[in-house]
């Protein structure tokens, strides 16, 4: 069984910058889309960034121009940059793996919290 692992969240001031992790453990044959969810007290989850096995991201409009994703498939990891982060940025942040062609994995999230 996959289990994803998050890892780099923390308390920052506005306009700071945080870079979050995620590795995959267990037994797989590929890894193919990976992403990053956030949830916010009292709100749904949603998608922050994706990035396809051949590096082609996605961002939801809010991110844009502040935040990267980035992966290395060798060592299973995604990653993603955040810069000018803002307190509405506060939310625990999830890593989603899709792998072997059908299967999906959530880690069991990072806290980021950005100071006012």
């Known amino acids: 069984q996959v289990q994803p692992v998050e890892s780099g969240g923390g308390l920052v001031q506005a306009g700071g910058s945080l870079r979050l992790s995620c590795v995959a453990s267990?037994?797989?044959?590929?890894?193919?889309?990976m992403g990053w969810y956030r949830q916010a007290p009292g709100k749904r989850r949603e998608l922050v960034a994706t990035?396809?096995?051949?590096?082609?991201?996605n961002y939801v409009d809010s991110v844009k121009g502040r935040f990267t994703i980035s992966r290395d498939n060798a060592k299973k990891t995604v990653s993603l940059q955040m810069n000018s982060l803002k307190p509405e940025d506060t939310a625990v942040y999830y890593c989603?793996?899709?792998?072997?062609?059908?299967?999906?994995?959530w880690g069991r999230g990072t806290q980021v919290t950005v100071s006012s």
């Open positions: 989603k793996m899709k792998y072997d062609g059908y299967r999906y994995a």
């Open positions: 267990g037994s797989m044959y590929r890894i193919d889309d």
């Open positions: 990035i396809t096995s051949s590096g082609d991201a």
